[in-house]
């Protein structure tokens, strides 16, 4: 535009002035009330926020003060608990030792009784199997000592531990103590690993009749797991606010205890989602400074939602827990509602200041037009001289900086004459190093002369070129831009300038290679995954159809990599998992493949073989020997070796032969199960006998979960008899009629039945067909007083709703609770056994009886077994078969007998098939039996039969 300056238009130009400078002041006013309304409003926001994180700060110190206060407390009970839990035992012990003493030595030879006491001790398993009892006399000679009977009888009066405590000397002088005070400490073999000595804590006290101490030990480092575990159940339940908790996590960096995503518990915060693994190495770093407030970004798991939330982080000591009391920012949010609504009850004051400014704004302008109007002239002259040079700044800004990117411009001659603060940061050249420089300081060599050749060609014939260039930083670092180039030109279209734009694209080409990296190569090894092993597998498969060569699948699993986890803990596992690729790939070609399935299984596919399937299987046979001898060499792991040894399947494939990627795989798999079950560190080969017993055993399930909606099973009851042969109940068996298979035998289908959880809808078939038995034999007087027992496995007892549906069958049936007997096996005491005898109590209180079945066989605590609402023991078959002729299983079964009564319990023996057996049960002080000299299992009609004629 351009003005003519005469005398008509200087007025005109001399009142836009006055006004823009009033326009200018009112504005500048205005922007100073706002700014300092803005100033006045973000300090008493900032006050506000400070005093609620100091309030919450505050409050944080308080519950993590309990929550190390209680920390504290439970690990010192780890002593009193576990001297509790030693004392109980043996006391139990002396109490049988005592009752078999009373009972046997004025009828016994003392060396018959001594017999049958340690006979009685020696199956009994305590603590998770780890407790045993032992007794010695008090000259220091071993009376009984399970775990290493060769010692029996023998005097190791000076026997050390690794700190020189003499063990039974210290035995010996806690038995000589008052009965409660008997505890000795020393150093014993760990179970998880025999070569090392660990502290360990033993309770003894004295039989005097035999001069005997008789006690038992475990291991303190056991108890105190069980009190962590107890810390972190109570720690569970902690809560304060709307949304504080606390959360622990090991030295390791695993989760412990994380209230808000119990996911979470358990994994290495490496292995976590991104936001959680930021969170949780916060937590860490923090902890191994000293520990202090955090605040950091979380994942709700309600919603999926990334929150703030605040922690103060604090070390437990001595266990190394990293204790988190956190809660979320939100909770502070009340205040600051508060202060936005005084906030709102300002703003009339602020307004009318801002009209004041205003009004004041107009009056200075008034004033300054004088001036104004003085110097106008002057613009005039200055205006023609500018025009030109802004015109072409003008052109340049219009196309160079609309956009955000790393810009630069040249001129025709393709110096560079302006860069962005963008280009600075992406290439580290500052503005005054890039101007007058050429383009050619960010080459990385990459790109050669025809490349530039052509790109000035497009850009000669197109007026722009784009596309993917390597250049090179200040520093010398290589990277990937995506680079546009655009030509300016003026009226005449002759190019005056170029504008180039550009993005820094390697954090795009990264995200890239590690999306592949993730979905075919497994993130601990870096081997091949399941994914890619499949598609290579694919390949070979495809490829082998268009000559003869012989290729190979070995499927690698390490043997006891579970007890490894169990004892070392998962980060000494990835470690050796790790050193084991690196083994296997030192075993192979570089054409074959090493892969990592899942957990300890790995993968070698071994490829262009021999055509010959013998040569062949000698070849692939080698690799697995050099692979089964580079696995068994010892690790280094937690400061010290490791053994492992390796069981490996084998399978040829290729050549004609058409199959999918999975079958070769399968049978690999398949020998490798056979080479566990040869003993392990073993090499095997596919049979395909292997396959036909896998196909049986599948179609012997198919037939099974076919049975029951098919009535094909029926149930043969077994006559319980007292004396000479009353019968005073049964037992119901389950059988299965197969229309093919003929009688299925039990041994056959009902481990099957476990395995794939059909013993579920099995068993309460079998209790409802057996309370309806009972419902009808009510109404027969010869057999009304029946009981019947009914088998009942683990996983049935466990259901949630057990007690429900036994209470609701008996309900429906009609049945008599008290005719009915639920048998349980002694193997299901060893886990969850509070939740078991609470069962059992709420079925005992409606009338249903419990018989312990295969007693003696299992480790259940005699502890437990007093707190059981048992009403019967049942003496294994295993132990009544040889009872005339081996004095162990005789020995045993008194035991029962011995224990049974003095618990209050009946007692019956099963599998009686001879009349001595009988006869030697009854002077034992057992007459209730079942077995085949009295009557096999029969048919109900033939059951009712047997049962009319022995009235």
Request: some cysteine.
């Amino acid at each position: 535009m351009r003005v003519d300056v005469n005398e008509s238009n200087v007025p005109r130009l001399h009142l836009a002035g006055t006004l823009a400078i009033i326009l200018i002041l009112t504005l500048t006013l205005g922007a100073f009330f706002s700014w300092r309304s803005v100033v006045k409003h973000r300090s008493s926001m900032d006050d506000i926020s400070r005093s609620a994180a100091e309030q919450n700060n505050a409050r944080l110190a308080a519950e993590m003060a309990s929550a190390l206060s209680y920390i504290e407390f439970t690990r010192a009970r780890t002593d009193q608990v576990l001297r509790s839990g030693l004392t109980s035992q043996v006391d139990t012990a002396m109490q049988v030792v005592e009752a078999i003493y009373a009972r046997e030595s004025p009828r016994r030879p003392a060396q018959e009784v001594k017999h049958l006491i340690t006979e009685a001790l020696r199956p009994v398993r305590f603590f998770n199997g780890r407790g045993y009892y032992f007794i010695d006399d008090m000259q220091g000679k071993f009376i009984l000592l399970p775990t290493s009977p060769q010692l029996e009888g023998k005097t190791l009066l000076n026997n050390q531990d690794d700190t020189g405590h003499l063990i039974m000397r210290g035995l010996i002088e806690a038995a000589a103590k008052p009965q409660g005070e008997g505890f000795s400490s020393y150093r014993w073999y760990s179970p998880s690993d025999p070569k090392k000595m660990a502290a360990k804590l033993a309770y003894v006290r004295h039989f005097a009749p035999y001069d005997w101490l008789i006690g038992t030990g475990d291991y303190t480092d056991e108890w105190e797991q069980r009190q962590k575990a107890e810390a972190i159940a109570r720690l569970r339940g902690s809560r304060f606010g709307a949304s504080g908790y606390v959360a622990i996590m090991d030295s390791d960096g695993r989760s412990l205890l994380s209230p808000s995503n119990a996911k979470l518990e358990g994994m290495l915060y490496k292995d976590m989602a991104p936001v959680e693994q930021l969170a949780l190495a916060q937590i860490q770093q923090l902890a191994n400074q000293g520990g202090g407030y955090l605040k950091y970004a979380w994942i709700d798991s309600g919603n999926g939602q990334t929150i703030n939330k605040t922690a103060l982080v604090r070390v437990a000591q001595p266990w190394g827990w990293v204790v988190a009391v956190t809660s979320t920012d939100a909770e502070q949010g009340a205040m600051l509602q508060q202060e936005l609504a005084r906030y709102g009850a300002t703003t009339q004051q602020d307004v009318a200041d801002v009209l004041l400014a205003l009004a004041a704004a107009l009056a200075v302008g008034v004033a300054a037009s004088w001036g104004f109007s003085r110097w106008s002239g002057q613009l005039f002259q200055r205006y023609h001289r500018e025009i030109g040079e802004q015109a072409t700044a003008l052109r340049i800004a219009a196309t160079a900086f609309e956009s955000q990117q790393g810009m630069v411009v040249t001129d025709a001659q393709r110096t560079i004459l302006r860069v962005n603060q963008a280009f600075t940061s992406i290439t580290g050249y500052s503005a005054e190093e890039a101007i007058g420089q050429y383009p050619s300081i960010l080459s990385s060599g990459r790109q050669d002369k025809p490349f530039y050749a052509a790109m000035s060609q497009v850009l000669e014939s197109e007026g722009a070129w784009a596309g993917e260039i390597w250049n090179r930083r200040k520093n010398g670092e290589v990277y990937p831009e995506w680079l546009s180039i655009s030509a300016v030109r003026d009226e005449s279209g002759v190019v005056t300038h170029y504008v180039g734009i550009f993005t820094d694209i390697s954090e795009r080409k990264s995200d890239q290679e590690q999306i592949e990296t993730l979905a075919f190569f497994d993130p601990l090894t870096r081997l091949p995954n399941r994914r890619l092993l499949l598609d290579r597998l694919e390949q070979t498969l495809h490829a082998s159809t268009r000559h003869t060569r012989k290729s190979a699948l070995l499927f690698v699993d390490l043997d006891n990599f579970k007890t490894l986890n169990d004892t070392l803990g998962h980060h000494q596992g990835d470690l050796l998992l790790a050193q084991v690729a690196q083994r296997l790939k030192a075993c192979v070609r570089d054409g074959d493949t090493v892969a990592r399935l899942g957990s300890d299984e790995f993968v070698v596919m071994l490829e262009d073989l021999s055509e010959s399937m013998e040569d062949a299987a000698n070849q692939a046979e080698a690799v697995g020997e050099k692979v089964l001898a580079a696995l068994a060499q010892d690790y280094v792991l937690a400061g010290s070796a490791h053994h492992s040894t390796t069981s490996i399947g084998v399978t040829l494939f290729g050549g004609a032969q058409q199959e999918s990627n999975e079958e070769p795989l399968k049978r690999a798999e398949l020998a490798m199960f056979q080479a566990k079950a040869a003993g392990r560190n073993a090499l095997r080969f596919f049979d395909a006998q292997m396959q036909a017993q896998v196909s049986a055993h599948a179609t012997l399930e198919a037939d099974l979960r076919e049975a029951l909606p098919a009535q094909q099973f029926m149930l043969h009851y077994q006559a319980q008899v007292v004396g000479n042969g009353h019968v005073t109940g049964v037992e119901a068996l389950l059988r299965w009629q197969h229309p093919q298979r003929g009688m299925v035998p039990p041994a056959r289908f009902i481990p099957l039945a476990e395995e794939t959880g059909l013993i579920l809808p099995i068993g309460q078939w079998v209790l409802e067909t057996a309370c309806m038995q009972l419902a009808m034999w009510a109404a027969d007087p010869a057999l009304c007083h029946l009981t019947v027992a009914v088998n009942v496995s683990a996983r049935q007892f466990r259901q949630a709703d057990f007690v429900t549906s036994v209470l609701a069958t008996l309900a429906r049936t009609g049945a008599t609770a008290k005719l009915l007997k639920l048998e349980l096996t002694e193997s299901m005491l060893v886990d969850d056994v509070e939740n078991i005898i609470a069962t059992m109590g709420v079925l005992k209180a409606h009338g249903v009886g419990f018989s312990l079945d295969d007693f003696g066989t299992g480790y259940s605590s005699l502890a437990y077994l007093k707190r059981l609402p048992l009403d019967q023991l049942k003496i294994d078959q295993g132990f009544v078969r040889n009872i005339v002729t081996d004095p162990n299983d005789a020995a045993i079964a008194k035991m029962v007998v011995v224990l049974a009564e003095s618990l209050g319990l009946a007692v019956i023996a099963e599998g009686v098939e001879l009349q001595a057996q009988a006869d030697f049960l009854a002077h034992l002080g057992c007459h209730a039996y079942q077995g085949y000299l009295f009557s096999k299992p029969l048919p109900r009609e033939a059951l009712e039969a047997f049962v009319h004629r022995s009235t």
